[in-house]
């Protein structure tokens, strides 16, 4: 044997052994929660979700991606074993993306609201019969079909008209949470947190404007009048809730598990 030949198949040798171990190119199967124990979370940088993924598996591994999209994409690629972040954007990009689903135990339960300063409780008690009233005369489900479709995109958010008598009311979020608030196609920002809004700014003879920033700074701008209220999927916490006068919740999601389908 040639030294050439004698390399050629060392290479391939060691290719073949690197092929053979365990977990390099496939991972089990998660059908149930429970199945993640000691498995490897892909999680967006910079948010609380290994935190909160750690209160339920206190040996879970991590790898950090700059977006929930890209760490979805790594599961796909059998990269990590799951996605840990909020339900709703986890099922938002499921529907949009073949191949993944979102296990239906959570592994943390939140509820999401609205928020204003602390002294408005008049604005607050407009949110809490909006969503009531939506609720019952069922324009909630039919919002909760078009911003969580069980595939595919969005639907377009319906117009909501207000004559704006009575001023602007002006809306903090973060463009980022599809889908609850994002720009789509014509770089306008929609959502479901957007059309909920426009009802309280309807019952209000308000105009609504959208103010888009980073999710830091939806608080301290709420706090120091530059908004009337803010939304962009904000759990309601105890520590949170010194700060700010939340509304009812409007929807009951936390932290899920993304999975290979």
């Known amino acids: 044997m040639t ?13 073949l052994a690197l092929l053979m171990v365990p977990g390099c190119s496939k991972r089990e199967k ?14 967006p940088t910079g ?6 993924v750690l ?3 206190p040996n879970a591994k991590f790898k950090y991606f700059n977006s929930t ?20 954007i986890l099922k938002n990009i499921a529907a949009k993306t073949g191949g993944l689903t979102v296990l239906p135990e959570m592994i943390t339960t939140d509820h999401y609201g609205f928020a204003v300063q602390q002294d408005k409780q008049k604005l607050k008690k407009t949110m809490d019969l ?11 489900e039919a919002m909760m079909q078009r911003w969580l479709p069980p595939s595919g995109n969005p639907a377009a958010m319906p117009e909501i008209q207000s004559n704006g008598k009575q001023g602007v009311l002006k809306l903090g979020t973060a463009a980022v949470t599809e889908p609850f608030a994002f720009v789509d196609g014509s770089r306008n920002i929609v959502g479901f947190d957007i059309e909920l809004a426009r009802y ?8 609504l404007e959208v103010v888009n920033m980073d999710f830091g700074a939806l608080i301290p701008a709420l706090i120091s009048g530059k908004v009337d209220m803010i939304a962009a999927c904000i759990t309601i ?3 949170r809730q010194k700060k700010v006068l939340f509304s009812e919740p409007y929807y009951t999601g936390g932290i899920a598990a993304l999975v290979r389908e």
């Open 3 to 15: 030294s050439t030949m004698f390399r050629t198949v060392c290479v391939g040798l060691v290719s």
């Open 30 to 43: 998660i059908a149930k929660l429970q199945h993640l124990e000691g498995k490897e979370f892909a999680v």
């Open 47 to 52: 948010t609380v979700a290994d935190k909160l």
């Open 55 to 57: 209160s339920k598996f």
């Open 69 to 88: 999209l890209d760490a979805a994409l790594a599961v796909k690629a059998g990269k990590a074993d799951a996605v840990a972040y909020d339900e709703p």
């Open 130 to 140: 909006v969503i009531g009233e939506l609720r019952k005369n069922g324009t909630y």
């Open 200 to 207: 309280i700014a309807q019952r209000l003879d308000m105009k």
């Open 237 to 239: 916490t105890e520590e």
